[in-house]
């Protein structure tokens, strides 16, 4: 397209243009920009002295700082706007931060130490009214830029920034300048950093993949227009800006600028800048211009944007120029390249308008959709919290009285205590009821143990003496969300007691008759022959009982993992949709730390019950003791008398030198009611009494600790989960506070991450429904615009 051309298309068009290109900042501001959707833009690539600095002060009518080289240290964005010829030019100046600078991290990543942010952030810097002065404001912004994490006003208020040292080599954050002059086109393009190769310093060697990375992505851009800077005095074979979009096969995107022509040294051939102008050698899909900034003689004189156009017009109006080269004047000119830059932007903005489109409508779906996984705090937060305790509260006393179908918990705590008494019926005093070798001859004789129902040989614990009920599998059958805690338990924060399979003889006593004679005599004050002290007895009982405090932990533990866990599960089903809220996680540690103080209470009760059955053995239950003492005087008078047959047996089969199977000579014992009719008084007739009324009071001792351990679990514990946890969760929570209403809302609110995640959705959504709103407002353009050529 010839610069006359474009000059024309731009005056007819007009104000449309500048809304198109307002359009696509308005959705950069808004975020709309991602990876999967790039906005149209114009993107100037160049190597290092390719006079890409004056070539954008050409196009733009500024000056860009130069005496630090900081122009080139971070992308600068400019967007140009027309206004009318009684407008005052003016410039915004603001500073774009996407990325963020981590000291400590390693330089080896895409964006070596800088970390890109999710969502863009724009701080306005200044704005300016004179042309004289925005370089000095720019050179402060950059530098501010190039200062990660420090205030940017400090930059801008500083007497002088001269000594104010820079963190950072170079940053990938934007310096954005919005311009608005009259007569201008309405233009917008982004001056990368020049491609370089290598740094003076060796650990600056990063910066080079740094730089080369942030213009190849700005390249990859598929929505993209380059404007490719190609220095006249260099090799164009050695072109690395060149190199680098021909890699990413974007020359079809890219407008070529040969920069410096009045450094093309003399004599050099017009031909090969025919053929370039002409797309025969280093074509690009939009051909080249050439333009003619200002040299150094110029620029020490401080020569004027209206001065630079004018000497650029005289250059060009000369030989080759004007002679061989005069069919391509439509591309030499500063102006004609900015003219013709704005005609192809305006025309991949209309391009793309229907992708971006799309885009935004679809992304405004996956948002809202996303969204409904992050609720807003309902209105009425204390009406919400004080409905959920409520329902709890329901869920909890049903529980508690354990009627069908949410009688689980009450199941799982009876079959528990079943498991106590089966515990320590199994730590009951066992006796041995052979005959002490020093009475007897009988050499190898095996040893016989008294059991509870029968003449069992070994170690077999007695059964108890009452029924025992078998651990049946659970099974729920709730008829209610809140009942159907049953049907699954989750994990407790209480740590499950390993069942010890040596826990049932690890407090066994056992004892022998020549033992219980000795301490018999040993503790029996009375000289009369036959009498027992009881003090005697009370000490062989004492000994009976220190095994009993490990199943009673056991006991009280499970049942205090069973209430807590009954109760996280009713919590958890009353607080489905509040699972991620304050409101859920303090209500469950106010609950943890109810029950856990709850069975401390009862675990100090049991102790006390167990220290007062280890102090002194006492009962005023006599049927029953008098009932058990006298079944297990039978029990063992019988064993006895059994036992001492066989040993007789055993003694005459030696003396005879014949052999009998051990089970004939017991089965003989167990039959032969003459045998034993005339087997005579018992040597140990004193300890078998001793041993039954130990044995006796054991029984009565027993059920009377396990009732007192099960009662106060079952009756104080979760009397006291009804009557006072409800108080207790409304005081913890602060529900029944002046500021309940503000305290409910921020229980309701999601956890720090999911709140963060939910803002952030709901802020893209805002900016997405105004970047939808805005897309709708700019309808069609006009058939002019539409129709414009792409050359």
Same mark, same amino acid.
């Given at each position: 397209m010839r610069g006359g051309q474009a000059n024309e298309q731009l005056g007819l068009l007009g104000r449309p243009v500048q809304k198109l290109v307002q359009l696509i900042k308005d959705l950069e501001h808004l975020g709309v920009e991602t990876k999967r959707l790039p906005l149209p833009k114009i993107v100037v690539v160049g190597d290092q002295s390719a006079g890409k600095s004056s070539l954008i002060e050409g196009i733009s009518g500024i000056k860009v700082p130069r005496s630090d080289g900081t122009c080139t240290r971070c992308p600068l964005e400019i967007?140009?706007?027309?206004?009318?010829?009684?407008?005052?030019?003016?410039? +915004?100046?603001?500073?774009?931060?996407?990325?963020?600078?981590?000291?400590?991290?390693?330089?080896?990543?895409?964006?070596?130490?800088?970390?890109?942010?999710?969502?863009?952030?724009?701080?306005?810097?200044?704005?300016?009214?004179?042309?004289?002065?925005?370089?000095?404001?720019?050179?402060?912004?950059?530098?501010?830029?190039?200062? %990660?994490?420090?205030?940017?006003?400090?930059?801008?208020?500083?007497?002088?920034?001269?000594?104010?040292?820079?963190?950072?080599?170079?940053?990938?954050?934007?310096?954005?300048?919005?311009?608005?002059?009259?007569?201008?086109?309405?233009?917008?393009?982004?001056?990368?950093?020049?491609?370089?190769?290598?740094?003076?310093?060796?650990?600056?060697?990063?910066?080079?993949?740094?730089?080369?990375?942030?213009?190849?992505?700005?390249?990859?851009?598929?929505?993209?227009?380059?404007?490719?800077?190609?220095?006249?005095?260099?090799?164009?074979?050695?072109?690395? *800006?060149?190199?680098?979009?021909?890699?990413?096969?974007?020359?079809?995107?890219?407008?070529?600028?040969?920069?410096?022509?009045?450094?093309?040294?003399?004599?050099?051939?017009?031909?090969?800048?025919?053929?370039?102008?002409? *797309?025969?050698?280093?074509?690009v899909g939009h051909g080249y211009f050439v333009t003619k900034q200002p040299n150094q003689v110029e620029l020490n004189d401080n020569i004027s944007t209206d001065e630079a156009r004018r000497s650029e017009e005289e250059f060009f109006a000369q030989d080759p120029w004007s002679t061989e080269l005069q069919d391509f004047q439509g591309r030499f000119g500063t102006f004609k390249l900015r003219d013709t830059l704005s005609v192809k932007l305006t025309k991949q903005i209309l391009v793309t308008l229907p992708e971006i489109t799309r885009?935004?409508?679809?992304?405004?779906?996956?948002?809202?959709?996303?969204?409904?996984?992050?609720?807003?705090?309902?209105?009425?937060?204390?009406?919400?919290?004080?409905?959920?305790?409520?329902?709890?509260?329901?869920?909890?006393?049903?529980?508690?009285?354990?009627?069908?179908?949410?009688?689980?918990?009450?199941?799982?705590?009876?079959?528990?205590?079943?498991?106590?008494?089966?515990?320590?019926?199994?730590?009951? %005093?066992?006796?041995?009821?052979?005959?002490?070798?020093?009475?007897?001859?009988?050499?190898?004789?095996?040893?016989?143990?008294?059991?509870?129902?029968?003449?069992?040989?070994?170690?077999? %614990?007695?059964?108890?003496?009452?029924?025992?009920?078998?651990?049946?599998?659970?099974?729920?059958?709730?008829?209610? %969300?809140?009942?159907?805690?049953?049907?699954?338990?989750?994990?407790?924060?209480?740590?499950?007691?390993? +069942?010890?399979?040596?826990?049932?003889?690890?407090?066994?006593?056992?004892?022998?008759?020549?033992?219980?004679?000795?301490?018999?005599?040993?503790?029996?004050?009375?000289?009369?022959?036959?009498?027992?002290?009881?003090?005697?007895?009370?000490?062989?009982?004492?000994?009976?009982?220190?095994?009993?405090?490990?199943?009673?932990?056991?006991?009280?533990?499970?049942?205090?993992?069973?209430?807590?866990?009954?109760?996280?599960?009713?919590?958890?089903?009353?607080?489905?949709?509040?699972?991620?809220?304050?409101?859920?996680?303090?209500?469950?540690?106010?609950?943890?730390?109810?029950v856990a103080n709850a069975m401390h209470n009862q675990e100090q009760h049991a102790k006390r019950a167990l220290k007062l059955e280890q102090r002194k053995p006492m009962t005023y239950n006599n049927e029953s003791y008098i009932q058990y003492h006298d079944k297990e005087l039978s029990l063992l008078q019988n064993e006895r008398i059994t036992r001492r047959l066989v040993e007789k047996f055993e003694d005459a089969d030696r003396a005879a030198g014949k052999f009998s199977e051990p089970a004939e000579r017991k089965k003989k014992a167990m039959t032969d009611k003459k045998a034993r009719g005339e087997l005579g008084d018992d040597p140990f007739k004193q300890e078998i009494h001793a041993m039954a009324r130990v044995r006796g009071y054991y029984y009565v001792a027993l059920l009377r600790f396990h009732d007192h351990v099960a009662q106060g679990v079952q009756v104080e514990v979760l009397h006291e989960l009804v009557t006072n946890l409800m108080q207790q969760l409304k005081a913890g929570l602060e529900v029944e506070t002046r500021d309940a209403h503000e305290r409910c809302k921020e229980l309701l609110a999601e956890d720090r991450d999911r709140e963060i995640r939910r803002k952030a959705l709901q802020q893209e959504r805002v900016n997405l429904l105004e970047a939808q709103r805005k897309l709708a407002a700019i309808g069609q353009i006009g058939e002019d615009v539409a129709s414009l050529p792409n050359n």
């Open positions: 967007t140009l706007f027309s206004s009318d010829e009684d407008t005052a030019w003016s410039c +915004k100046v603001s500073l774009q931060q996407k990325f963020s600078f981590d000291s400590d991290a390693s330089p080896h990543g895409r964006y070596g130490k800088w970390r890109e942010d999710h969502n863009p952030t724009a701080i306005d810097f200044a704005i300016v009214n004179r042309k004289d002065a925005l370089q000095d404001v720019l050179t402060r912004a950059q530098r501010a830029t190039l200062n %990660p994490g420090d205030n940017p006003r400090e930059y801008l208020n500083a007497l002088s920034i001269d000594d104010m040292p820079m963190k950072v080599e170079f940053s990938p954050n934007k310096v954005v300048l919005a311009i608005t002059a009259p007569g201008q086109p309405s233009l917008s393009f982004i001056d990368l950093p020049g491609v370089i190769r290598q740094m003076t310093k060796a650990q600056d060697k990063w910066l080079v993949n740094l730089v080369e990375n942030f213009v190849a992505d700005h390249i990859e851009q598929g929505n993209s227009l380059i404007l490719l800077a190609r220095s006249m005095e260099s090799d164009f074979a050695n072109s690395s *800006g060149a190199a680098l979009i021909d890699q990413h096969n974007a020359l079809g995107r890219t407008v070529g600028c040969l920069t410096k022509p009045d450094r093309w040294p003399l004599g050099s051939k017009t031909q090969l800048i025919k053929n370039v102008l002409h *797309g025969d050698a280093f074509a885009t935004v409508d679809a992304r405004i779906a996956e948002v809202e959709h996303e969204l409904t996984g992050y609720p807003d705090p309902p209105e009425n937060a204390l009406g919400k919290v004080l409905e959920a305790l409520t329902t709890f509260r329901i869920a909890l006393e049903k529980h508690a009285q354990g009627v069908h179908p949410y009688n689980e918990m009450h199941n799982s705590i009876k079959e528990l205590a079943t498991t106590f008494q089966s515990d320590l019926e199994s730590l009951r %005093p066992t006796l041995v009821l052979n005959t002490p070798e020093k009475f007897r001859q009988a050499i190898e004789t095996p040893v016989f143990e008294i059991d509870n129902d029968d003449d069992k040989v070994g170690d077999t %614990p007695c059964p108890s003496a009452e029924p025992r009920s078998l651990n049946k599998k659970r099974r729920a059958e709730p008829d209610t %969300p809140v009942a159907a805690s049953s049907a699954k338990k989750i994990k407790s924060d209480i740590a499950t007691p390993v +069942k010890n399979s040596a826990l049932a003889t690890k407090g066994n006593k056992k004892f022998g008759l020549l033992e219980i004679r000795e301490t018999l005599s040993k503790l029996t004050a009375s000289s009369v022959p036959g009498e027992v002290d009881p003090f005697a007895v009370d000490y062989f009982c004492k000994q009976t009982f220190v095994g009993w405090e490990p199943p009673m932990l056991e006991y009280i533990n499970n049942v205090h993992q069973e209430i807590q866990t009954t109760l996280a599960q009713l919590l958890e089903i009353t607080c489905a949709q509040w699972l991620n809220t304050a409101f859920f996680s303090e209500a469950k540690k106010i609950i943890k730390s109810f």
